[in-house]
């Protein structure tokens, strides 16, 4: 696995910001100058020479786009982390790459591209322009570094990018078209993309003074998202590949659901149809031959705003438990905000890693918690405070714009 | 400017477009930029520009064409500084 996130670089530095419930949230003074009335965000902290010393020459020196970028430094990472070679062209073809994108070409490079064109230069674009902006750039650029040969291609899908991509991962392997897939998502930052957010009014625009206390999922208080940029990425393979290999598991993916609400009966481009979000997560709950009693933690969407409660009643109906039998139920965006097409991949490394290593992570704000909420989830059962406890089964969740659903079960391995 | 100061800074415009390093300690100004130094035909538009706004001139797609050699780029760097 490989991540690249506001408040880690890596996923060693990653276990331990969401053991310690560390906040990569800023406040970004320029985004003030341009009147943006949420001025905070989560950038991960990749600096000229972290660049330097992790990617090649080129893409290190070259390449400007963030998400382009994020997506390199996981992607590499999780290759490395899997104990796979980098040897261009050594992979047969059922060795493949997905790498989902947001706004792939709205990150804050893009400014020096638009100028350029409207003042009858667009000569000055030179090269790099059209990959950096094309929704397949990121994977493309990770692949001029891999040289993989089987299936290279890229979702986009909103806020479940990232868990989409996984999931069309697994089923390409499931399908024995693929044996081993790199999936991943990744999103550049800054005002191209978070503006058109801010215009919308969904961004949190009441905690400028005290960014770490922007985001609070699950809240009564919650007034918004803050919005991040990052990459997660996973290697995905058969297991007897991974087995003949002596691969680390992190975790087994046992299956999962992607449907849509239709925007028809409550769903719309930015809400849930909550009948959908109940069939996604029992269709995706039946597939991988699980019963909700056996779920140890929900790994929720939770982005902190109004959506939050309609999201904790759908898991309630899907679930139908008693609610002293509620899951534990996180997510690290209290931490790093909402990566958009990053979070899902990103999260999915957060839930492997607690899996794996027996641990629930903290949310970060959950001083009052949305009553709606507290009727359903005993509040024990939203941490405030790392848990250390073998877990078994997590089952994750992401909701997009589009009205769009992805779930994921996922189990701990026993090697 | 000479002719080995502006060698000097032409090697580490073109330096990141070289994917094997190796081959940068044998630059000479007979060096084909795609043929001996492997550069992406592609990367050339990008030299061209990193090349103008080093030396703060304007190199016209005519000259593109004409760009073969390390040598080549040098003589137009030289002519267009002269004006």
Redesign the interface.
């Given at each position: 696995m490989g991540v690249v996130a506001p408040n880690a670089l890596n996923v060693d530095e990653f276990r331990k910001a969401l053991q310690e419930g560390k906040s990569g949230i800023k406040r970004y003074e320029n985004l003030g100058e341009i009147n943006f009335k949420c001025q905070l965000g989560g950038k991960p902290p990749v600096t000229q020479e972290y660049k330097d010393e992790h990617l090649?020459?080129?893409v290190a020196?070259?390449v400007k786009n963030n998400a382009v970028i994020y997506a390199c430094l996981s992607g590499l990472e999780a290759w490395n982390d899997a104990g796979l070679e980098i040897k261009p062209g050594g992979y047969d073809r059922k060795t493949g790459m997905l790498v989902g994108s947001g706004a792939l070409g709205l990150d804050s490079f893009i400014e020096h591209k638009i100028y350029p064109i409207d003042q009858g230069n667009h000569?000055?674009l030179?090269?790099?322009s059209v990959p950096e902006s094309m929704s397949s750039g990121a994977g493309a650029y990770l692949n001029s570094i891999l040289g993989l040969r089987g299936r290279i291609f890229s979702n986009s899908s909103a806020c479940i990018t990232g868990s989409e991509a996984v999931l069309q991962g697994f089923e390409m392997i499931q399908s024995g078209k693929m044996e081993r897939m790199l999936c991943a998502s990744s999103e550049g930052d800054g005002r191209y993309i978070w503006g058109g957010f801010d215009a919308m009014r969904v961004l949190c625009s009441d905690s400028n003074e005290a960014p770490e206390k922007g985001s609070r999922p699950m809240s009564a208080t919650s007034s918004g998202f803050i919005p991040s940029g990052g990459s997660g990425a996973l290697v995905l393979e058969t297991l007897e590949a991974a087995q003949a290999r002596g691969a680390k598991i992190y975790a087994e993916i046992l299956g999962g659901e992607v449907n849509s609400g239709g925007q028809t009966d409550g769903g719309s481009m930015t809400a849930q149809n909550p009948q959908a979000v109940v069939d996604c997560i029992t269709t995706a709950l039946e597939r991988s031959g699980v019963a909700p009693e056996e779920i140890d933690l929900i790994a929720g969407h939770l982005t902190s705003t109004k959506g939050d409660p309609y999201e904790v009643i759908n898991w309630s109906t899907a679930l139908n438990l008693p609610k002293d039998d509620f899951p534990y139920i996180n997510t690290p965006k209290s931490m790093i905000g909402h990566c958009v097409a990053g979070a899902g991949s990103i999260e999915l490394v957060a839930s492997a890693l607690q899996l794996a290593e027996g641990f629930i992570h903290p949310n970060l704000n959950v001083e009052e918690i949305h009553p709606e909420i507290e009727k359903l989830v005993p509040l024990e059962k939203i941490p405030s405070k790392l848990i250390k406890k073998d877990i078994k089964t997590v089952i994750k969740a992401n909701f997009g714009f589009g009205d769009l659903n992805c779930v994921l079960v996922l189990r701990k391995m026993n090697n | 400017m000479d002719r080995e100061a502006i060698k000097k800074d032409l090697l580490a415009i073109i330096d990141p477009y070289i994917d094997e390093k190796e081959l940068t300690t044998e630059i000479s100004e007979s060096s084909d930029l795609i043929n001996d130094l492997m550069i992406n035909s592609a990367h050339l538009v990008d030299i061209v520009l990193d090349i103008e706004e080093k030396f703060d001139i304007m190199i016209e797609d005519d000259f593109i064409g004409k760009m073969d050699t390390v040598g080549d780029a040098l003589d137009i760097i030289s002519e267009k500084i002269a004006g």
């Open positions: 090649p020459h080129f020196q070259k000569r000055k030179g090269s790099r | -």
